[in-house]
């Protein structure tokens, strides 16, 4: 056994030390230069603050933040955030143990206050923008916010704490002496995303040991370069946004921010500042395809996630683009579980691909067995990660499985090569006379007609079969189908009694803002 794990780990060391100089990440530093590095992750650990402290060691010059605003070098952004750090410690009192919450669009003013608040040791939180009203009050004071720090132009919050949005006074105002050293780095509490109820607080704490595995698989799979503009579109309150500036930070990538996803904008700027990467959710991988395509030489690598990436959507942009997609599947509560490749998307349409090194991924049945290729069961992950419970006293302890792994969720199935297909949500799969009726397998195929724009499916009651599929459909600008022409089109493919009873034509179909399906919202149209 240890000598096994002996062989697993230089294995490993290889593969992260050709990695790492592949993407120009291990290259040579001058003493002074590497000292300065090592201080920052002795004094910040494994933490936004790190991250901007050691990039500024390693790159002072180089752009940190591209947005409306400009320019900002790495030197710059750490300077910045040690200022402001100050500022929240001195005026506000923050300490370790409190939580910051953050409620910013995808703005330079984002980073810098994440930086500032990790420098301190404090728990930082960031917020949906779109959050207002009683919804936002009961988050703030579940999660027993102590500052808020919230751009201007937002509705008002009705907070009673400390509230700031003027980064620039504060800054300015800033002492000389920074705030002592926190003792152990604070915690990063991401909101789920509140499809099914009130967005709940998932925290961790990351670790070195930890994400090594992971983070180096994924640099061995997704194209990135070190100094490489990246932009990342969905925003950075969420995990899916989070996780990649904190990739494109480890490499001193310049990344393209924009408080709106305006595609032919989204466009102009990858072509302007020759990014060779961009994330997107799927639904904006939609409305860019709505645009003329582009040639795009600099882009190497499309990394969508956050929710389903549908077959004929990943179909179509390789078409426009290139085989540049990456599919990226995962959750809030357990991290990045698998990553599909462009020739996994081609090969497999649907797959989100293989687990990352260091990722465990189980397809379970009842009673946790591993179920054989072609099987339906329930979707566990576990890996450097993942967390162990909800803050607030929302629910306890995350819901594990027998060998210690973290349901997703999800049900989901492996074909004969291992990669993982996601058939559905667990509480979104409907019981229909008798028989499992897995939604996502209809809407895929509905999506796939040529005059449907967007599709979701739902299971709503049914006082004769207990449950049966909706259909909401936004009809394509050009020609509106008919129902009883989407009928026959999944009579066609599927079982008669996965045929949608209801067919609803939408104006559009209501998403929060990673893409997924707002059920509420969209229930109220029937």
């Known amino acids: 056994m240890m000598t096994s794990r002996l062989v697993e780990l230089c294995g490993f060391g290889a593969e992260a030390v050709e990695t790492f100089w592949r993407n120009g990440l291990l290259r040579p530093e001058p003493p002074d230069r590497l000292a300065r590095m090592i201080a920052a992750y002795r004094r910040y650990d494994v933490t936004p603050a ?21 320019r900002l070098t790495f030197a710059e952004l750490d300077r910045r955030a040690a200022a402001l750090a100050s500022a929240l410690h001195d005026r506000f009192g923050v300490r370790p143990g409190h939580t910051v919450a953050v409620m910013w669009p995808n703005h330079r003013g984002f980073v810098e206050a994440m ?52 980064l620039d006074e504060l800054i300015a105002s800033a002492g000389a002496d920074e705030p002592p050293a926190p003792r152990r780095p604070g915690r990063l509490v991401l909101l789920t995303s509140g499809t099914t109820g009130t967005p709940k607080g998932a925290p961790r704490r990351l670790s070195l040991t930890a994400l090594a595995e992971p983070f180096t698989s994924m640099l061995a799979t997704v ?39 305006e595609p032919e904008a989204v466009l102009d700027a990858l072509e302007r500042h020759r990014a060779g990467a961009m994330v997107a959710v799927p639904v904006m991988l939609g409305r860019l395809l709505a645009c003329e395509p582009r040639p795009l030489p600099h882009l190497r690598a499309v990394i ?17 683009y290139g085989d540049v997609l990456y599919s990226l599947y995962g959750s809030t509560e357990a991290g990045w579980a698998t990553i599909a490749t462009p020739a996994d998307l081609r090969e497999a349409p649907g797959t ?55 349901s ?11 990669r993982l297909f996601i058939d559905g949500r667990e509480d979104d799969m409907i019981v229909s006379g008798g028989e499992n009726v897995f939604p996502q397998e209809v809407e895929d195929l509905l999506a796939r007609h040529p005059q ?64 997924k399906v707002d059920r509420a919202r969209l229930e109220e149209s029937r």
Request: aromatic residues 6%; negative net charge.
């Open 50 to 70: 790190a991250g901007v402290a050691i990039a500024a060691a390693r790159w002072p010059d180089r752009p940190a933040i591209l947005d409306d605003e400009g």
């Open 115 to 166: 930086a500032a608040v990790s420098r301190l040791g404090a728990d930082l939180l960031p917020l949906n923008t779109g959050l207002a009203g009683p919804a936002l009050r009961d988050v703030l004071e579940r999660e027993g916010v102590h500052t808020l720090i919230a751009a201007p132009g937002l509705p008002p919050t009705g907070f009673d704490g400390h509230q700031t949005g003027d």
């Open 223 to 261: 194209p990135l370069r070190s100094g490489e503009p990246m932009l990342v579109a969905p925003p950075l309150f969420h995990g899916l946004g989070l996780l990649w500036y904190g990739v494109a930070l480890v490499l001193g990538c310049p990344v393209v921010l924009m408080r709106r996803f």
């Open 304 to 320: 969508s996630g956050g929710s389903a990436l549908r077959p004929d959507l990943a179909e179509a942009f390789t078409r426009a």
């Open 352 to 406: 989100v691909g293989r687990p990352s090194r260091g990722t465990t991924v189980r397809v379970a049945g009842p009673g946790g067995e591993e179920l054989a290729a072609g099987t339906v069961g329930r979707v566990f992950v576990g890996g450097g990660v993942t967390f162990g419970g909800y803050t607030g006293g929302e629910g306890g302890e995350a819901e594990p499985s027998f060998d210690g792994l973290l």
């Open 408 to 418: 997703t969720g999800d049900l989901g199935h492996r074909d004969e090569h291992g």
């Open 452 to 515: 449907v724009a967007d599709v979701a499916v739902l299971g709503v009651p049914d006082d004769e079969y207990g449950q049966r599929l909706a259909a909401y459909v936004v009809s394509s600008p050009d020609a509106t189908p008919s129902v009883d022409e989407l009928k026959r089109a999944v009579r066609g493919e599927l079982a008669g009694y996965k045929v949608p009873r209801d067919v609803v034509f939408v104006p559009a179909v209501p998403r929060n803002p990673t893409g």
